[in-house]
C-alpha cells in the first residue's frame, strides 16, 4: 500500500467538457439526439489556443525525472510532481500504473488526458476524465470525421469481447457535436479491468474535435448516472457497482505546466497530495458535481461580487471609485436592495447559527455519514451572506473538463474591471500579474483562494495573458474548470455525494 494513500481493494500498491479545448465548448451540456444547445449571446468570446500533439517522452526527461526522484527519496522527501517513471510495452506503449492510478498529461494547461485500453487485445486511446459529463466515447473505425481520422479509431471486428448494443448516439455540446453508436466491451483503466463496459463509439465528429485543438481521441466521464445520455452506466459508476474499488471515491491532483504530469486516483485519494485538511461540499444534486456557492471576494474586501455584479448601477461606476470601495471595505450606496452588505458580525454569526440549526436541529447529521470521514476543519474565513436573502442560492460545478471559470456576464464584466481584463476577449497584460491580489470564492459554507497564478492564462508560445474568468450566457450555475481545481486536490464521493478540496501539495510551474 502506497504511504498515504486512502483504499486500494488489496490489489498491489497503494473536459461537456466546456472549455476542454481551448474554449469552444462555452458550455457542455450533454444531451440525447434531438436535444439543442442554445448559442452564446453575441458578446461571448471563443478563444483559440493552438497546441502540438505529443506522443512518447524523452528518455532524457525520464533519466532526470529517475535521478530527481531517487535524490529526494534519499532525503525522506516524497513531491508530488516527481510521479514515478511511466512504463510503457515497447508493443503497445500502453500505460503500466499502480493500482488505481492514472497519470495525466497537461496540455498548456486548458486540459488534461490520460490512457485508457478497450477490447481483447488491447486498442489503447487517450481520453480526457470528464467530472462536467457522464458518457465514455472514442472514436469508431467507422467513422471518416477529419476529427476521427486524425486520432486512434477504435476496431469491435478485433475484438473477442465486443457485444453490440444497438443504440444510437448522440452528444452536443456547446459548439460541436458526436454521433455515433453504442456499444460494448472490456475496458482496461488505472490497472482496472472493467467488463462490459457500455460507451459509444463515434461516426461522426465536428471540427471541433481536431488537431492541434484536441490532442486526446475520446472521453471518459465521471459524473453521475442521471446524467448520462442513453442511460449508458458510467465506467466509475460500474467500478463500484462490482466492487472493483474499494471505495467509491475518486480523487483529482492537476498538475501546472505544459507537459507536467498530474494524477487520477480511482478508489480513494493519496494524503501526500495537498496540506491540511479536506474541506466537505455536500453535492446539491447528485447529476453534475454541484455545489452551493455563497459569494465572490476579491483580496481582503468584504463586498460580495456575486451580488455586487447584479446591479447595473455598480457595473457602471468609475473604476476608480470602485477599487477604492474593494481596497477600503467600504460599502458601495446603490438604489438597489441587493447592493447593501449585512452590517455586524454578530449579524451574520446568528443568521448562520440560526440557517444551521434549522436545517440540523439536533446537530447530528454529520454524524450519521461517516464517509468520507466527518470534516472538524475550521472554517477558512467567514462568510458574508448575499443581501438578498428571497433569491435563491447560486450553485458551482465542479469541471474537470473545463478549462477556467465561467460564470455570470455581470459578474465576469465587474471582474474583469477590476484584473484590467478586456470582458469580450479575455486579453490583459502579463505586467499586472504581479499587482493583482486573489479572489476568494465561497462554496458550501468554506472560502477558497484563486490566486492569479490560476485565474490569469499565460499563452506559453505567444507570452500573452488572458483572464481565465468568462462569461457563460447560458449555464445556469456557475463551471469552475482546471484553473480552480489545479490550486486544489479535489475528492469526489460518490456514495455520500460529497467533494472534499484541499491546496494541493505541489509547487507551481511556470512558463
Known amino acids: 500500500m502506497a504511504a498515504g494513500r486512502h483504499s486500494t481493494n488489496g490489489k498491489g500498491g497503494g473536459l461537456r467538457v466546456s472549455m476542454l479545448v481551448p474554449l469552444f465548448f462555452l458550455f457542455l451540456a450533454p444531451a440525447l439526439v434531438g436535444a439543442s444547445t442554445s448559442e452564446p449571446k453575441k458578446g461571448g468570446r471563443v478563444v483559440s489556443i ?5 506522443f512518447n517522452r524523452n528518455s532524457n526527461i525520464l533519466v532526470a525525472r529517475r535521478n530527481a526522484r531517487s535524490i529526494l527519496e534519499k532525503k525522506g522527501k516524497a513531491l508530488m510532481q516527481l510521479v514515478p517513471d511511466v512504463d510503457f510495452d515497447e508493443n503497445t506503449h500502453d500505460v503500466e500504473p499502480d493500482f488505481g492510478q492514472v497519470r495525466l498529461t497537461d496540455a498548456t494547461d486548458t486540459y488534461y488526458y490520460g490512457v485508457i485500453s478497450v477490447g481483447s487485445p488491447s486498442q489503447n486511446f487517450t481520453v480526457t476524465f470528464d467530472t462536467g459529463s457522464a458518457n465514455m466515447w472514442i472514436p469508431g473505425v467507422r467513422c471518416t470525421s477529419k476529427a476521427c481520422l486524425q486520432h486512434n479509431r477504435y476496431d469491435h471486428d478485433l475484438s473477442s469481447t465486443y ?12 459548439t460541436g457535436e458526436v454521433r455515433g453508436f453504442t456499444s460494448q466491451d472490456t475496458v482496461k483503466v ?65 498538475s501546472q505546466g505544459h507537459r507536467s504530469f498530474g494524477e487520477l486516483l480511482l478508489g480513494g485519494y ?23 456557492m455563497e459569494g465572490v471576494w476579491y483580496g481582503n474586501g468584504k463586498l460580495n461580487l ?32 441587493q447592493a447593501k452588505l449585512l452590517d455586524g458580525e454578530d449579524r451574520v454569526k446568528a443568521k448562520l447559527k440560526k440557517k444551521a440549526k434549522e436545517s440540523d436541529p439536533d446537530g447530528d447529521l454529520d454524524n450519521k455519514r461517516r464517509h468520507p470521514p466527518v470534516d472538524k476543519s475550521p472554517r477558512l474565513k467567514k462568510l458574508l451572506p448575499t443581501s438578498n436573502e428571497t ?59 484563486v490566486a492569479p497564478e490560476h485565474y490569469v492564462y499565460r499563452d506559453p508560445e505567444k507570452k500573452t495573458c488572458s483572464s481565465a474568468w468568462v462569461p457563460s450566457y447560458d449555464s445556469p450555475f456557475w463551471v469552475l474548470g482546471d484553473s480552480f481545481l489545479r490550486a486544489y486536490y479535489a475528492v469526489f464521493d460518490m456514495k455520500d455525494k460529497k467533494v472534499g478540496l484541499a491546496p494541493i501539495n505541489m509547487p507551481l510551474r511556470h512558463f
Not at 164 to 171: D, T, V
Not at 270 to 292: I, P, S
Request: glycine residues 8%; aromatic residues 10%; negative net charge.
Open 190 to 254: 488505472g490497472g482496472i479491468t472493467i467488463k462490459d463496459q457500455p460507451f459509444a463509439e463515434t461516426t461522426s465528429e465536428d471540427e471541433v474535435f481536431e488537431l492541434p485543438d484536441t490532442e486526446f481521441d475520446g472521453l471518459f466521464g465521471l459524473a453521475f448516472k442521471s446524467l448520462s445520455s442513453g442511460g449508458l452506466v458510467p465506467p466509475m459508476v460500474k467500478m463500484i457497482e462490482e466492487s472493483l474499488v474499494d471505495e467509491p471515491v475518486f480523487a483529482f491532483a492537476l
Open 270 to 292: 493519496n494524503e501526500l497530495h495537498y496540506k491540511g485538511e479536506l474541506r466537505w461540499m455536500r453535492v446539491a444534486r447528485a447529476k453534475y458535481w454541484q455545489v452551493t
Open 306 to 337: 456575486l451580488t455586487l455584479g447584479k446591479d447595473q448601477d455598480i457595473a457602471k461606476m468609475p473604476l476608480d471609485f470602485l477599487m477604492s470601495a474593494l481596497a477600503d471595505n467600504v460599502p458601495v450606496v446603490s438604489n438597489r436592495e
Open 163 to 174: 457485444q453490440p448494443l444497438n443504440g444510437q448516439f448522440a452528444i452536443q455540446y456547446g
Open 50 to 54: 493552438p497546441l502540438q500533439r505529443s
Open 391 to 449: 433569491s435563491p442560492e447560486t450553485s458551482a460545478i465542479m469541471d474537470t473538463g473545463t478549462s477556467f471559470l465561467l460564470g455570470d456576464p455581470t459578474t465576469i464584466q465587474l471582474i474583469s474591471r477590476i484584473i484590467g481584463a478586456d470582458f469580450r476577449t479575455g486579453d490583459m497584460s502579463c505586467a499586472r500579474l504581479h499587482d493583482l491580489k486573489s479572489f476568494w470564492i465561497s462554496l458550501g459554507g468554506y472560502k477558497f483562494e
